[in-house]
Every structure is written in structure tokens, then in C-alpha cells.
């Protein structure tokens, strides 16, 4: 098309804060302070008094996750980035679903991954669990 | 660089060439239709080789299985899935996701949540190239949901509609058509194509009903009958309506309009940050119709 079949255009005074609005953010913000979190996410507060921690994932989640695998017959819920005693978290946190659930649970460390595997669905569980130690 | 005498010669040597035809330029050649082999050294086997299946048989049609039922008899059509690879899809986003979303800023309350918003969260894909023609709430987590939002889903259910109100909240279901999903699902990219901003269509036949009922709080239903199913809903469910300021949780786009503070027709330039629009009277009353 030439120069002079396109259209006579003009400039419009806009809010630029309208099209500022359209444009996602590069980064993963950090969640500021909140008197409640009503969908049960609480932000990590930290332990001093546990020699073990776990580190969040880059959206601020706990990093437990339900593995599933052989076309649904076989879970596993994980749990990633144990930083500190890993054997002290998993033997308190075997424990606490032992308990709960009145059942033996199989469970597994892997000290050079930083995770520990249980056998079974009980990711809330475990989330609840580490978030009632703050973590 | 040619001398003077180099460019002489070529020009004595075009004179004295061929003109130039099929027969002497590299152009595409398909390939003839294959013939049998006829003639002396042609003949005998005619191309088929020695003996063999592919000398003595004359191949059946394909998918013949040999006299049983071919697969693609066998298999009966299945009516629910005519027309399936042109079904409208909306992915879900629950109304637990939407509330961690506020929790975790990952998403402003403050502003209407629509369907750029939602992508722009990082947190959403939408590909409306594969169908996808914008978000559906559903009701995982309504007990849960509490935040105030003025919310805008294509399509959402009388129960999470019920949840949305009942936590002080607004909820429209609007229609994009394909040109204005490109726009909405990724901005920066459209604005990028310097292309102006579509002028959004109305929905289709057959979405024309879902989207002027006031029950589902449709963007071209009547604004006082969708006040009037706000109150009816939150009696059949059970709860107190609260009142709803004026202000970002009632703030309604045109529904010509994609952007909100932006008209279509016109053109951002992100890197000047400048808008423009055309001066041609035609054109801008057909943007602003």
C-alpha cells in the first residue's frame, strides 16, 4: 500500500494507564501482608526452632505434590526442597500421618534430591502439617 | 563491477540467444502420469520384475480387509460428536484458584478481572486458535470466596454466580469474537502487530440467548432486570445482598469495546507511547457504531 492510499491518522490524548494495564507483569510478585487469606494459602513465616525447613516454589507454594503413575494405580505424595534434617522431617511427618490415618505408610528419603516420598494421597495433610510449623 | 566493455558484450550475446521459453529456464516440472512400458526393451515384465504378488495380482481398493467388514464401515458414526471440532471450549478457573490468585496479588481485585487479566497472571493460558473462546468459572471453592471482584467470564453457572453476589462482588458473561481473543489473550503482542483495535462482534445465533438473559447476568441483558435476578438469587439461595458501590466493582466495558479506556479502531504504539486514530469520518463512525 502507498504512502498516500493509508489513512490520515491523529493522535489521541488517552490515559496511558489504560494500556499499562493490559501488559502482565515479568515477574512473579511477592503477596504483601494480608489480615486473612480466605483460600487457605498462608505465606512462609519461617521455623528457628525446627532444624528443618522446605523452600517454596517460584509462585509462593508449598512444594507438595501428588505423583501419579502407573495410569492411576500407584500415588505418591512428595514432598520437594527439604532443606536442614531431612530424616528428622520425614520420621515426625510419618508419624503424623501414621497417626491420622491409622495406617502403616511407606515412605522414602533421597538426601541428594532433598525430597521425601510418601505412599498414598494425603497432600493436605502434609501441607497442613507444615504449614501449622509455619513453613 | 562491470566494465563498460563486459556490459557491451553481454548485450551483443542477448541478441543473438534464444528467446526465452519453458524449454530453457529451471521452472517446476510435474511429473508425467505413469504409463505402462511399451516396446522392445520395454516389454516382457513391463516394470513389474520377476514373478511375485506385485507381478500377478491387481491391488483391491484401499482398506479392503479381504471380504471382512473394513474399519471404516465397521465403526458406527456417533452423533454427540458432530460437529465437535467446531464447539465453542472455555477452560475452567474455579473460584478457589480465582481467590488464591487475590491472596497471592497475582491478580487485581481492585480493577475488573477479565479474561486478559486472567492470562496476564501468567497463571491461564487461553488458545483460541484450538477453540478456546475464553474462561468459565466453576464452583470449586464457592464456600471459600469472599473477596468482593467485578468479574467478567464467558460463561458461568447460577451457583457461582450466586457466590460472586453473595460476597459483594459483580459478575457479567460477555462474548469475543476470534479477531478480539487474539487482542484480549496477549496485548502487548497485538499492539505489537499494529493492527487497530477490533471493533468486538456480537455473539452467535446460537450464544445470542445465553448472553442477552439477565439470569446469567449476560452483557446485553437489561441492567435493571439483572438487578432484579441479583436480588431473586440471593432470596433463592438464602443470603443478604450487599450493596454494591458505584465505582471499579461495577465498571462495564461497551459491548463493542475490548479494552476498557480504549475505543476500537484505534492504534497503540507502545514503544512512543502514543494512540492513534483515523481522521476519516466514515471509518470512525463505523469503530464507534
Redesign the interface.
Known sequence: MLAEEL??????D??????E?????RT?????D?AA?????TPQRGNPSLPYSVRRSV??MLPVYLRIMEDGVKRLTVVRNVRGDIWKLHDELKRHLEETNSRYIASRVNEVSLYVQFKGEYVQQVKDWLRERGL | MASRAGQEKALRLLRHLPRVALNNIDHPNPKPASRRKRGAHGGDTHGAGDKGSKARQHFARAGFEGGQTPFYIRIPREDPYKGHHLRREYPPVSL?QL??M?????VDAG?QIDL?QI?????FRLEPLRRQFGFQLTDE?MD????PVNLEVQWASERVIAAVERAGGTITTAFYDMASLQAMVD??RF?KRGVPIPRRALPPQDAVGYYTDPSTRGYLADPEQVARHRLTLAQKYGYELPKVKEGPLTERKDPRQI????EPG???N?TD????????PV?SEYFRS
Request: proline share 10%; aromatic share 12%.
Open positions: 489513512p490520515a491518522v491523529e493522535p489521541v488517552v490515559d496511558w494507564s489504560h494500556v494495564r493490559l501488559l502482565p507483569r512473579v510478585p511477592t503477596p504483601t494480608k487469606y480466605p483460600s487457605g494459602w509462585n509462593h | 478457589h481467590q488464591l487475590v491472596d497471592t496479588d497475582r480493577r486478559t492470562c496476564n497472571s501468567g497463571l471453592g471459600e470466596f469472599v473477596t496485548p502487548e499492539f479494552f476498557f479506556g480504549l484505534w492504534l497503540v507502545l507511547k502514543q494512540v492513534w486514530r483515523v481522521k476519516d471509518m
